[in-house]
T-cell receptor
Framework: NAGVTQTPKFQVLKTGQSMTLQCAQDMNHNSMYWYRQDPGMGLRLIYYSASEGTTDKGEVPNGYNVSRLNKREFSLRLESAAPSQTSVYFC???????????FGSGTQLSVL | DAKTTQPPSMDCAEGRAANLPCNHSTISGNEYVYWYRQIHSQGPQYIIHGLKNNETNEMASLIITEDRKSSTLILPHATLRDTAVYYCIGAHNAGNMLTFGGGTRLMVKP
């Protein structure tokens, strides 16, 4: 099993550009999450989806939108990228809202 | 989420036990203590979690004080591959894990 797969692995954007980060899991998990990690810092929750059809804001949702496309896929969209959004983005999933998280390998995003 | 406090860094000799402390004095009665680790820039990896009782799995042991205000993660025989940042989090469930704080950077030395 691949686990949690994120695409792309690296991306460079110019200020104001938009893009969508993709995440898919093959573990039949109900819950999915998006985190960001700034250099030398811990992770902060952006959005999560406790189950298919629901999404909720985390600690730092401003500037982002999410879509739970189906049970497998959870995408994160930056509508108008800003330099402050330069970060590593991690997607995670869990069997349920109460279970441990499985993380993807991350997307390194630079906004110039 | 409960606020947690961890030392920023620790060293451990290879083959010895690594004991990583975490203070979570504000944890509520139904919040779990979770431990994750992050090797280099990879995605964090789950290690263990517990509520009141001590827990053990194939990776580590978790000792929670009786008053639940602190806990210790124990890696019984640290190897060089255990060099990582270790995060302690207090949360009701995964959806409340708003922040993985600074963590403890463990350096296992030969």
């Amino acid at each position: 099993n691949a686990g949690v797969t994120q695409t792309p692995k690296f991306q460079v954007l110019k200020t104001g550009q938009s893009m969508t980060l993709q995440c898919a899991q093959d573990m039949n998990h109900n819950s999915m999450y998006w985190y960001r990690q700034d250099p030398g810092m811990g992770l902060r929750l952006i959005y999560y989806s406790a189950s298919e059809g629901t999404t909720d804001k985390g600690e730092v949702p401003n500037g982002y939108n999410v879509s739970r496309l189906n049970k497998r896929e959870f995408s994160l969209r930056l509508e108008s990228a800003a330099p402050s959004q330069t970060s590593v983005y991690f997607c995670a999933s869990s069997e349920s809202h109460r279970e441990k998280l499985f993380f993807g390998s991350g997307t390194q995003l630079s906004v110039l | 989420d409960a606020k947690t406090t961890q030392p920023p860094s620790m060293d451990c000799a290879e083959g010895r036990a690594a004991n990583l402390p975490c203070n979570h004095s504000t944890i509520s009665g139904n919040e779990y203590v979770y431990w994750y680790r992050q090797i280099h820039s990879q995605g964090p990896q789950y290690i263990i979690h517990g509520l009141k009782n001590n827990e053990t799995n194939e990776m580590a042991s978790l000792i929670i004080t009786e008053d639940r205000k602190s806990s210790t993660l124990i890696l019984p025989h640290a190897t060089l591959r255990d060099t990582a940042v270790y995060y302690c989090i207090g949360a009701h469930n995964a959806g409340n894990m708003l922040t993985f704080g600074g963590g403890t950077r463990l350096m296992v030395k030969p």
